[in-house]
Every structure is written in C-alpha cells, then in structure tokens.
C-alpha cells in the first residue's frame, strides 16, 4: 500500500487487529486531523480559561484541581524555580549556554544534574514521609514511628539540609500554606507531621541544625496533594527548568563563550599522590 492509500485507507484496513493503535494507547490525549483532547477536553476550550499549574495538574491526573489545591501546587512549583549560580542545575545551565549549544542543550544538560543529592530527593522524602505514616498505622506512636524511620533510612534523609541555609526560606511559607489547608480541609495532613517530625528529631542535640530543605518542603505538598513519590522529582524538574531557562538565556545573551565554572585565573588543585 502506498503512503497515500495508507494515510486514506479506513483504520481498519491497515490495522485490523488494532495491535498498531495499541502501541501508544493513551489516556493523556487524542488526536486527530482537526481534533486535539486533552484529557478528554478539547485544547480550545482549555486555551485561555485554564492556567499552566492547573493544566500541569490535569495532564498528569486526568481531572481539574480545586482552585485550593491549583493554589497550593502553584505555590511549590514557584518556590523551587530558581536558587542562583551556586546551584549546580544553575550554573550547569549557564556553562553550557557559553560552549555553543542551543537552549535546548542547556537545558537538557542542567535538568540531568537534578537527582537523589540535589532538586531531585524530593522523591525519596515522599517515600520516608510514608514510611512514618505507614508505621504509624501499623500501630506506633509518630516518635517512635519517626526514629524507627529514620533509623532505617540513609545516611543523608531526604529533604533535609542545605549547604548554605540554616533554615531555608522558603520553608515557612510553604509550610504555612500547608497548615491553612489542613486547616481548611483542603489537604489531610499526616506528611506535613511526618515531615515537622523528622525536622525536629534531626534538630535534637545538634550544634549546627539540620534544615527541611526546598525539596523536602515541596515533597510535603505534592505528597500531601496526593502525587506519587516519582512525580515529586518529576515536578521539581518542571519548576526548575522555569530558572534554568533563565539563566541559560541570559549567559547566551552575555557574549562570552567557553565559561568554565571558576575564572581562568583559578586553577584547579593538582595533587598527583591523591587516591
Ligand atoms: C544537601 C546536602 C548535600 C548538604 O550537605 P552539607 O554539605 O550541608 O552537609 P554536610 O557537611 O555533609 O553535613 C553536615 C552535618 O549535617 C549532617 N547532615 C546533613 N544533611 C543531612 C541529612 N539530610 N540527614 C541527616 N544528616 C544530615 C551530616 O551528617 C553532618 O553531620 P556530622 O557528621 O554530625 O557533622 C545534604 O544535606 C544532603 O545530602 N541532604 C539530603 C539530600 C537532599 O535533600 N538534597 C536536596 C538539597 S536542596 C537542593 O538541592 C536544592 C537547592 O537548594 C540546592 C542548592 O542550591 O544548594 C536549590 O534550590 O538549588
């Protein structure tokens, strides 16, 4: 069959056990010549009524959020957009703007440092935050629950500590807006405890505290708006890509090309007995 008699064929003819159209079978879309749905919403209806925070929620859910709960994730995916050049993702994304890539490169290149030491353990401090409550429903108290948590988890809890913060600004109102809407029954709560468990066993008998960070405190939301642990990861990649884009433009609007991460006139270290 030619390429015209295939695209004018019935679905059928070409595909008459539908193992083809199986082959990407989606919930998330549907397309068609002069249709595109998504989510079962037809794209024209969606352009200009519906915000970006609310149509992210929908394409990963299927389903509107509350104006509450749009509220309440647009506040974490603004939180986390940028934290300035110390930030790896961030000065990846302006390195690689000056070595003459396209934005795409740049962006491509800082998303992939965003993982379990850096913007991407929020996913992991989902899981921990279960890990508590699930041992709180099987019967402990949260202090127990907590250090059993802890206890069983790595070395470096996800979701807490910052190398520069001592308490990360952007927690308290993070936190805050979670408290209203446990208040106001827009979310249940128990990994905003879980969470402020953790925190405050950490704290205890520390010189130096060690903090809820941005990933931690995006973790509770997402968590608490009942995203899985990987889409905790998946939306702080969302939220930073905003910075990282930012960033990798204005570097390529600087005209300076092969920046490497310290000036010139600092040189590595060259320590040749180093194991
Ligand atoms: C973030 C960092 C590597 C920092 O390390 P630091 O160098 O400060 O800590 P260290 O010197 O290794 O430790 C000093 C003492 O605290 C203890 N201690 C530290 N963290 C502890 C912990 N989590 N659990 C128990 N104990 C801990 C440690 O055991 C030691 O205790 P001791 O030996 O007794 O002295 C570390 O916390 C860590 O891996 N966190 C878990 C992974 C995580 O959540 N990643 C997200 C970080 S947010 C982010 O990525 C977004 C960002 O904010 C980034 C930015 O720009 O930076 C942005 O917006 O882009």
């Given at each position: 069959m030619t390429d015209r008699a295939a695209q004018e064929a019935p679905v059928n003819e070409i595909d008459p056990t539908g193992a083809v159209a199986d082959w990407w079978a989606t919930a998330v879309?549907?397309?068609?010549?002069?249709?595109?749905?998504?989510r079962g919403?037809?794209?024209?209806?969606?352009?200009?009524?519906?915000?970006?925070?609310?149509?992210?929620?929908?394409?990963?859910?299927?389903?509107l959020p509350a104006p509450r709960q749009?509220?309440?994730?647009?506040?974490?995916?603004?939180?986390?957009?940028?934290?300035?050049?110390?930030?790896?993702?961030?000065?990846?994304?302006?390195?690689?703007?000056?070595?003459?890539?396209?934005?795409?490169?740049?962006?491509?290149?800082?998303?992939?440092?965003?993982?379990?030491?850096?913007?991407g353990a929020g996913e992991q401090c989902v899981r921990l935050l279960d890990d508590v409550i699930r041992r709180e429903d099987a019967g402990l108290d949260l202090?127990?629950?907590?250090?059993?948590?802890?206890?069983?988890?790595?070395?470096?809890?996800?979701?807490?500590?910052?190398?520069?913060?001592?308490?990360?600004?952007?927690?308290?109102?993070?936190?805050?807006?979670?408290?209203?809407?446990?208040?106001?029954?827009?979310?249940?709560?128990?990994?905003?405890?879980?969470g402020k468990a953790i925190e405050a066993r950490l704290a205890e008998g520390r010189d130096r505290p060690v903090p809820m960070n941005i990933d931690g405190?995006?973790?509770?939301?997402?968590?608490?708006?009942?995203?899985?642990?990987?889409?905790?990861?998946?939306?702080f990649v969302l939220s930073r890509s905003v910075g990282i884009l930012a960033h990798a433009w204005e570097e390529s609007q600087s005209g300076r090309r092969n920046k490497g991460p310290v000036p010139r006139a600092v040189l590595p270290a060259y320590v040749p007995d180093r194991p």
């Open positions: 879309s549907r397309m068609e010549p002069g249709v595109i749905e998504l919403r037809p794209v024209q209806d969606l352009i200009g009524t519906t915000g970006l925070t609310s149509m992210i929620w929908l394409m990963l859910r299927g389903d749009a509220a309440l994730l647009d506040a974490a995916l603004v939180a986390a957009v940028d934290h300035g050049p110390q930030a790896p993702s961030i000065a990846i994304a302006r390195m690689a703007a000056t070595c003459g890539v396209g934005l795409n490169n740049a962006v491509a290149s800082a998303v992939n440092t965003l993982g379990d030491a850096h913007g202090r127990t629950a907590t250090d059993r948590a802890i206890a069983d988890g790595p070395r470096y809890l996800p979701g807490f500590g910052h190398r520069f913060h001592p308490r990360d600004p952007r927690r308290d109102p993070l936190l805050a807006l979670v408290e209203d809407a446990v208040r106001d029954g827009v979310v249940p709560g128990r990994h905003l405890r879980a405190a995006t973790a509770i939301i997402y968590a608490e708006l009942g995203f899985p642990a990987p889409l905790a990861r998946g939306l």
